[in-house]
């Protein structure tokens, strides 16, 4: 999953573009989802997971229901096309820079 580190995926919410990439603890957390959360996520799957993102659709975006590590202050969710899997995709605020990765894959939404 290293080379998704370098990966950044471009999505449409609310007719504004965000940019999407991957992180070291975000990959983690996906990885420990192909074993559990997401059912329909498969280990092979993961060397294609930018690809995935790009073509999902956007569903809603909401603030936390609990208190997070690491600044997370939103999270964004994406209905994969083919599959019945969601993207949730977390935004960290550090002042006056917004960035957006990848922070697990799930079957459902709450």
Same mark, same amino acid.
């Given at each position: 999953?290293?080379? @998704?580190? =370098? /990966? #950044?995926? %471009?999505?449409?919410? *609310? *007719?504004?573009?965000?940019?999407v *990439? &991957?992180? %070291?603890?975000?990959? #983690?957390?996906?990885?420990?989802? %192909? &074993?559990?959360?997401? /059912?329909? @996520? ?8 930018? /690809?995935?993102?790009? =073509?999902?659709?956007?569903? /809603? ?6 208190? #997070? ?5 939103k999270?964004? $969710? &994406?209905?994969?096309?083919? =599959?019945?899997?969601? $993207?949730?995709?977390a935004? +960290?605020?550090r002042?006056?820079? +917004?960035?957006? &990765?990848? $922070?697990?894959? %799930?079957?459902?939404? =709450?």
């Amino acid at each position: 999953m290293r080379p @998704l580190l =370098k /990966k #950044r995926v %471009t999505q449409k919410v *609310g *007719g504004e573009d965000i940019v999407v *990439g &991957f992180s %070291t603890a975000g990959n #983690r957390h996906i990885y420990s989802d %192909t &074993f559990g959360r997401a /059912k329909g @996520l498969k280990k092979d799957d993961l060397k294609n997971i930018d /690809k995935a993102l790009a =073509k999902a659709a956007y569903v /809603k975006s909401a603030p936390l229901s609990k208190p #997070r590590k690491a600044g997370i202050s939103k999270f964004y $969710y &994406f209905k994969d096309c083919g =599959k019945r899997l969601y $993207y949730n995709v977390a935004e +960290v605020r550090r002042g006056k820079t +917004v960035s957006r &990765f990848l $922070y697990s894959v %799930t079957d459902k939404l =709450k």
